[in-house]
């Protein structure tokens, strides 16, 4: 086992409680104007701010430090194309057939159904994948730990810095979603983890009416 090494704590800022407190408010209130939408503005987006925030996204924390994800950025329409026929095929399979009475009946108030006009309206998709192993030069097949929670952690940033870039996003999660390998080539040991639709909203797009729960019934101290 090679031995670790160990640097001291780069660029880390502590700030005065105040600043402390106006930092978390700020961000706070920052990040409560995210909201998922589904109508998209087809105007394209620079490709240097996707880069950027998938940089910010690969600075997450994963277990082991093993930095187990990958991101396919699409903009390609015919790729696009591909991939809504795919997730629609799916996706009426669920809605026809898989999904119990009870998520039909949560998923009801949000308007969604078989049909993603956005997976080809809006500019950019990104593929999350996760990585389950790694295969050695001799074959040998070492596996990823903590891959789900890792990539997990890493899609939250990912949300946030599009968001905080001034751009909106939408989490898609077509079950199962192995055609994503296959139309985007990638590896057998990569299992895909989510599909982020992002872009403009659409001029007059709209959301629904709903709320968050507040603080007290999300945290308890002990």
């Not at 105040?18 to 920052?30: L, T």
């Not at 009475?101 to 997976?119: C, I, S, V």
């Not at 899609?155 to 751009?167: E, N, R, S, Y």
Request: hydrophobic share 40%; glycine share 6%.
């Amino acid at each position: 086992m090679s031995e670790s090494r160990f640097v001291p704590l780069p660029d880390y800022r502590e700030f005065p409680p105040e600043e402390m407190r106006q930092r978390a408010a700020a961000f706070h209130a920052e990040v409560s104007r995210r909201r998922t939408i589904r109508e998209f503005a087809a105007r394209p987006v620079d490709d240097a701010v996707i880069d950027d925030c998938i940089a910010a996204a690969g600075t997450a924390p994963s277990g082991a430090n093993m930095q187990p994800w990958h991101f396919v950025v699409v903009n390609d329409p015919a790729i696009k194309a591909q991939i809504r026929v795919a997730a629609e095929e799916e996706e009426r399979e669920f809605y026809d057939t898989r999904a119990p009475q009870g998520w039909l009946d949560a998923l009801a108030p949000l308007g969604t159904d078989e049909h993603k006009p956005f997976l080809e309206k809006a500019p950019v998709l990104i593929a999350i994948f996760a990585r389950r192993w790694d295969e050695t030069d001799d074959g040998r097949k070492v596996k990823q730990y903590y891959a789900t929670e890792s990539v997990g952690l890493a899609t939250g940033m990912l949300i946030t810095a599009v968001h905080h870039a001034g751009l909106a996003s939408l989490t898609h999660t077509p079950s199962p979603m192995g055609f994503l390998n296959e139309i985007l080539g990638r590896p057998r040991n990569e299992t895909p983890f989510l599909l982020l639709v992002v872009g403009y909203p659409a001029e007059g797009c709209e959301v629904p009416d709903i709320g968050r729960e507040p603080l007290d019934s999300i945290r308890s101290r002990v």
